[in-house]
């Protein structure tokens, strides 16, 4: 199993422009999830789906939106990109929830905004 | 808000040592608690949880402790090894809520 893969690795946007960050999984998790992560800093929930066409917003949700059409997809869109937005962004799955919500991550997509 | 923290935010031990690496919590309604490892360059891992109805658990190499009346818990490495170097989270878990609470990360070095 590849696990939870993410595209792409590495992204330089100017400010205004838009991009969206790839998530996949092929574990038939029903739970995904998008963080941020600063430097020096832990990790903040952006959004999660706990399941194909349900999604909310996590801590951070502003400036971003997601969409869950299957399973195993879980995009995150940015529609204009801002300074604030560099980070690296981490998607995760799990199978449970709550009382055994074991996260798997992906490498991750490191984004700067210029 | 409710958040984790460390203690310490980088930690350097020899190669061979033991590491302990230390984590305060802050909401007493968390009942389950995991250690997440992250290497350069790659998402994190689950290392070891612990629940709340325990106040020790052991797996290869590490060991998590946790202190309910203090709200601290603590990741444990046995003979430190290289491949240990890595920044270590604690997470939080409110099973009743869903909310995973990540704290800051702890950056182990390990010297040859």
């Known amino acids: 199993n590849a696990g939870v893969t993410q595209t792409p690795k590495f992204r330089i946007l100017k400010i205004g422009q838009s991009m969206t960050l790839q998530c996949t999984q092929d574990m038939n998790h029903n739970y995904m999830y998008w963080y941020r992560q600063d430097p020096g800093m832990g990790l903040k929930l952006i959004y999660y789906s706990v399941g194909a066409g349900i999604t909310d917003k996590g801590e951070v949700p502003n400036g971003y939106n997601v969409s869950r059409s299957t399973t195993e997809d879980f995009p995150l869109r940015l529609e204009l990109a801002a300074p604030s937005q560099t980070s690296v962004y981490f998607c995760?799955?799990?199978?449970?929830?709550?009382?055994?919500?074991?996260?798997?991550f992906g490498s991750g997509t490191q984004l700067s905004v210029l | 808000g409710e958040s984790v923290g460390l203690h310490l935010p980088t930690l350097s031990v020899q190669e061979g040592d033991n590491s302990i690496i230390n984590c305060a919590y802050s909401n007493s309604a968390s009942d389950y608690f995991i250690w997440y490892k992250q290497e350069s360059g790659k998402g994190p891992q689950f290392i070891i949880d612990?629940?709340?109805?325990?106040d020790k658990r052991q797996g290869q190499r590490v060991t998590v402790l946790l202190n309910k009346t203090v709200k601290h818990l603590s990741l444990q490495i046995a003979a430190t090894q290289p491949g240990d170097s890595a920044v270590y989270f604690c997470a939080e878990i409110y099973t009743g809520g869903f909310k995973t609470i990540f704290g800051a990360g702890t950056r182990l070095f390990v010297k040859a």
């Open positions: 995760a799955s799990t199978k449970d929830r709550g009382s055994n919500e074991k996260l798997f």
């Open positions: 612990i629940r709340s109805n325990m």
